[in-house]
């Protein structure tokens, strides 16, 4: 039910409305045809014509700003807590005083969802998704039942 719109200045509004309100501000906005507005673009085409992970590449900005960036373009918001940033994770080692980052046996397998990294846990999340089901027929099979970017546990963290 909102919009959010960000200015070249860095600033940005997040801005909540009914939803009728919000398609015709919506729709008002961009039949403005400002230069600068890409209301209409898909994420992967913003991603592009950004040049941010050239930037990235070329150590131009920061492992924080880029994921930001790409959270930004991709829809998510720090204005609602339904939508917090996503910071993948990729460390396994959490024990060590030092970590060596040439050491591949410091990084978690990315091919797998970080709720299967452990085999004990990913033979439970399989088994809950092969056993589940919906007496009404109208919820498909899923792995995880909650969100990772739920109210209560983004509080947790920033109150943390």
Aim: net charge neutral; aromatic share 14%.
């Amino acid at each position: 039910s909102a919009l959010e719109i960000f200015l070249i200045d860095q600033t940005n509004y997040f801005l909540n409305f009914k939803k009728e309100v919000r398609n015709k501000v919506y729709s008002r906005i961009l039949s403005l045809r400002l230069p600068n507005l890409y209301g209409t673009r898909s994420p992967q085409e913003l991603l592009k014509a950004s040049g941010l992970t050239q930037k990235w590449v070329n150590r131009e900005i920061s492992n924080f700003e880029y994921l930001i960036q790409v959270n930004t373009i991709a829809g998510r918001t720090y204005n609602d807590l339904a939508q917090y940033p996503v910071f993948p994770w990729v460390l396994q080692d959490y024990t060590s005083e030092e970590l060596d980052l040439n050491n591949p046996v410091v990084f978690r397998d990315l091919s797998k969802p970080i709720g299967v990294v452990n085999e004990k846990n990913a033979a439970s999340v399989q088994e809950k998704y092969e056993n589940f089901e919906d007496p009404s027929g109208k919820i498909d099979s899923f792995h995880y039942g909650t969100h990772y970017s739920n109210a209560a546990g983004v509080m947790h963290y920033l109150i943390r």
